[in-house]
Structures are given as C-alpha cells and as structure tokens.
C-alpha cells in the first residue's frame, strides 16, 4: 500500500560543483532499497496476520 502522505519526489539535480553522478546515483539505489524494504515488510506483516487468524480459528475449534 502505498503511503497516502508521500512527498513528491524533488527534481533530480544534476552533478555540480561538489556533487557527483556517483553520489546521485548512490542516493537513488538507497531510496529504491528502502521502497523494496517497506513493501516486503508490509508483505510480510499481512501473511503474519493471516496465520494468526487462521491460527485463532483453529484453537477456537478445538475448545468447542
């Protein structure tokens, strides 16, 4: 899910006096990296969730 209060992301500056292509680059990979993060997180925390539904549901079958 993407988030609702995201900033739009800032205009690329292009290499200058002190700032390099690499450093660019590098920033991009990070932020790409991180966006990667969130989303297997987000995965990760619906799949937890079903196996704990399915896992109440299950206890709850067996006490009755």
Known sequence: MPRQNQKPSPELQQPGPG????????????REVAQLNEQAHQRTRKLRAARDREQILRRRAEDL
Not at 19 to 30: G, Y
């Open 19 to 30: 700032r390099s292509t690499a450093e660019i680059a590098f920033d991009q990979l990070r």
